[in-house]
């Protein structure tokens, strides 16, 4: 037997109710800011996320899916692919090959859609996992930089996470500087790494020479005494960075979004600059960031683009739905009426019935002529179907249908024009 691939998996029935309601409330959220869709390819240069999302980082040096395509000729070698492990990558690559700094204002897009990470799969970790994600970009005179934009965007997370009815969710929120500071901070860090780093695993030794910030990403539990006593970044911000942020916080508290400071979140993703965040949540054990997100302010350059600041974030949709209160079975929506089609001639009857129902937003299962009545009760039953309507010879004479509500057995004769409303009714 073929099974799915490690790492991904079906979406089955009932439970896409689930990812269905999340998704509905995400796009009603979004519109209300103003977020556009925006649909990249999931298939995309490998360069670009080398360039972006860092070769130093997790996601590009050890969990790509990526391969060397056939060239056109046969003996020729092609371009490198990637299964896009992120959208924020995509997205700034879209934004400088469509010229959409030529659009007025920033650009605000949203995305739903699969990623693709090769990690070790367990509890809300996959391989192929899904996002769903904006980001506000534009040029720095449409007010991309401003910490308004950073502001709106984690109000409108908090707006979403509330809506969804997700409790708990704790915002935490850190600075990682700018271009201008990071090399003095580069230079404290490497310095304070000195001492230890022998000590330290294989990753974070060439973490400490190649991209320090990097040892921050580390797990190994025997280096976290030592990450813990490295400098903080808060001390190293320069002041347009400290400003940005300090009225990141302002607005955020004049809104009422709860937050927790905390210098040691750096992200794993090598784009960031200025504010950077995770929302958390208890439920979730290992892999508890439900979302993750930040500033990419120089990203736009590093693509080969015009300065275009931009914030954004990603939901991990997968964790979302694990924390979501609302059950699979209580979204998904059951069948109005089963239609009983009775005796031979009795489909193409029940099938005039079912579209008229459908045009009432109903929601109608079709039976079969060849089933006995008793069948088709027992099938209306265990489909949770609220209403059996039978359509026999008789009742398509009299131009009016038996109903029977299943939950009470109750059974009455209703002329066809009425029906639609009755089964509304109740
Ligand atoms: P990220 O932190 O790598 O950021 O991913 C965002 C979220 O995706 C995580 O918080 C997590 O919920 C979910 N996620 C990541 N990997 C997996 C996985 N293997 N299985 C299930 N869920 C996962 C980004 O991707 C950035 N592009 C976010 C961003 C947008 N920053 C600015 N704009």
């Given at each position: 037997m073929i099974k799915s691939v490690r790492g991904t998996r079906d979406l089955l029935p009932p439970d896409t109710a689930q990812w269905n309601f999340v998704e509905a409330a995400a796009r009603d959220v979004f519109r209300t800011y103003n977020f556009q869709e925006i649909r990249t390819p999931v298939l995309e240069d490998l360069s670009l996320f080398q360039r972006s999302v860092g070769e130093e980082t997790d996601i590009v040096s050890k969990e790509m899916f990526a391969w060397q395509d056939r060239g056109r000729a046969e003996s020729e070698k092609g371009q490198w692919l990637a299964l896009r492990p992120e959208n924020t990558a995509g997205t700034v690559r879209a934004y400088i090959e469509h010229k959409l700094w030529e659009r007025p204002g920033v650009q605000k897009l949203f995305y739903i859609g699969p990623q693709f990470r090769r990690e070790r799969p367990q509890k809300g970790r996959y391989?192929?996992?899904?996002?769903?994600?904006?980001?506000?970009?534009?040029?720095?005179?449409?007010?991309?930089?401003?910490?308004?934009?950073?502001?709106?965007?984690?109000?409108?997370?908090?707006?979403?996470?509330d809506r969804l009815g997700i409790q708990d969710w704790t915002l935490q929120l850190n600075s990682v500087g700018c271009a201008n500071d990071r090399p003095r901070y580069h230079q404290a860090l490497r310095a304070a790494l000195v001492p230890a780093v022998a000590k330290m695993c294989d990753d974070c030794q060439r973490r400490a020479v190649t991209n320090p910030l990097r040892v921050f990403d580390c797990k190994v539990p025997e280096d976290q005494p030592i990450i813990a006593k490295l400098p903080s970044i808060a001390d190293y911000l320069d002041d347009s960075c400290r400003t940005h942020f300090t009225e990141v916080q302002r607005i955020l508290t004049a809104l009422s979004v709860p937050?927790?400071?905390?210098?040691?979140?750096?992200r794993g993703l090598d784009y960031y600059?200025?504010?950077?965040?995770?929302?958390?949540?208890?439920?979730?054990?290992?892999?508890?960031?439900?979302?993750?997100?930040?500033?990419?302010?120089?990203l736009s350059e590093t693509?080969?683009?015009?300065?275009?600041?931009?914030?954004?974030?990603?939901?991990?949709?997968?964790?979302?739905?694990?924390?979501?209160?609302?059950?699979?079975?209580?979204?998904?929506?059951?069948?109005?009426?089963?239609?009983?089609?009775?005796?031979?001639?009795?489909?193409?009857?029940?099938?005039?019935?079912?579209?008229?129902?459908?045009?009432?937003?109903?929601?109608?299962?079709?039976?079969?002529?060849?089933?006995?009545?008793?069948?088709?009760?027992?099938?209306?039953?265990?489909?949770?179907?609220?209403?059996?309507?039978?359509?026999?010879?008789?009742?398509?004479?009299?131009?009016?249908?038996?109903?029977?509500?299943?939950?009470?057995?109750?059974?009455?004769?209703?002329?066809?024009?009425?029906?639609?409303a009755r089964i509304l009714s109740a």
């Open positions: 391989r192929q996992f899904y996002q769903i994600g904006a980001e506000a970009i534009g040029p720095p005179a449409a007010g991309s930089e401003s910490p308004a934009r950073d502001a709106e965007v984690l109000e409108m997370l908090a707006t979403l996470l937050f927790v400071l905390n210098d040691r979140l750096v600059e200025r504010t950077a965040f995770e929302f958390t949540h208890g439920s979730l054990g290992a892999q508890n960031a439900i979302l993750g997100g930040g500033r990419y302010d120089g693509l080969g683009g015009p300065r275009a600041p931009g914030i954004g974030f990603a939901i991990g949709e997968d964790r979302l739905i694990l924390s979501l209160k609302e059950t699979a079975e209580a979204l998904a929506k059951k069948p109005d009426a089963y239609l009983a089609p009775l005796g031979p001639g009795m489909n193409a009857e029940a099938a005039k019935l079912a579209r008229d129902l459908r045009h009432h937003d109903l929601i109608i299962e079709l039976g079969d002529e060849s089933f006995r009545l008793k069948k088709s009760l027992e099938t209306a039953s265990k489909i949770g179907a609220r209403y059996v309507v039978i359509v026999g010879e008789n009742e398509v004479k009299a131009d009016a249908f038996a109903l029977k509500k299943l939950s009470t057995g109750e059974q009455v004769t209703v002329p066809r024009a009425e029906l639609a």
